[in-house]
């Protein structure tokens, strides 16, 4: 089945910092979206991306959509404590079928 | 709005028995889908409801079952349990899931012993 591979699996950054964190696919998407996870909670979408080569950003946090359809990147600018979490990617092939999510990002924030 | 409402929170099963964990969605959203989510395999796609219908079915054994009803909350069983089917069973609702924007509850962890 369709596999999306994230990385890194997990980052250690101060304070202050960029971070940037991607995921790819063998397969095709037509939708890219970003999810981010806080302790105890579901998933939260941060941005939903729903055409090739759109940048899109919301606050602090800016996501590409792959050219190839096959790729997307999460930045997020000068990091905070409450981005402590796991950040997950997810593609869908068409409208209505199930999200493919990437395995996350486990971001850790070192004041 | 109230969000994602997902029942119980937390059980303990041993193995062979059955469970059935509820989901209430979003007022007016009429998708409700299934995730499991492990440590090691992330979130994996149970089965998708719309509208009372089966929609879309992930690659889970069949003791794995769900339903809709017609106020749109959900239910999923799992039978005779397994070891491996600990795991955090995750709710999301969507008024549809044509955009891939899900609205995630809090929940079930399911721990097997």
């Known amino acids: 089945g369709q596999q999306l591979n994230q990385s890194p699996q997990s980052m250690f950054i101060q304070e202050g910092e960029d971070v940037s964190m991607n995921c790819t696919s063998s397969s095709i998407f037509n939708t890219w979206l970003w999810y981010k996870q806080d302790p105890g909670e579901g998933p939260v979408l941060l941005i939903a991306?729903?055409?090739?080569?759109e940048l899109t950003s919301n606050g602090r946090l800016t996501a590409q959509f792959g050219i190839t359809r096959k790729d997307s990147f999460l930045n997020i600018s000068a990091s905070i404590p409450s981005d402590v979490g796991i950040y997950f990617c997810?593609?869908?092939?068409?409208?209505?079928?199930?999200?493919?999510f990437g395995k996350g990002t486990r971001l850790s924030v070192i004041a | 709005k109230a969000g994602v409402t997902q029942t119980p929170r937390y059980l303990i099963k041993t193995r062979g028995q059955q469970v059935t964990l509820s989901c209430s969605p979003i007022?007016?959203?009429?998708?409700v889908s299934w995730y499991q989510q492990t440590p090691g395999q992330g979130l994996q796609f149970l089965f998708e409801?719309?509208?009372?219908?089966?929609?879309n079915k992930g690659n889970f054994p069949g003791r794995f079952s769900g339903r809709q009803f017609s106020n749109s909350r959900s239910e999923m069983n799992v039978s005779t349990l397994e070891l491996g089917d600990s795991a955090l069973y995750l709710c999301?609702?969507?008024?549809?899931?044509?955009?891939?924007?899900?609205?995630f509850g809090e929940g079930s962890r399911l721990t097997v012993l």
């Open positions: 409801y719309f509208s009372e219908t089966q929609r």
């Open positions: 007022s007016g959203h009429r998708s």
């Open positions: 999301a609702s969507s008024f549809s899931s044509a955009t891939g924007e899900l609205f």
């Open positions: 991306l729903y055409k090739a080569g």
């Open positions: 997810a593609g869908q092939d068409s409208g209505n079928t199930p999200l493919v």
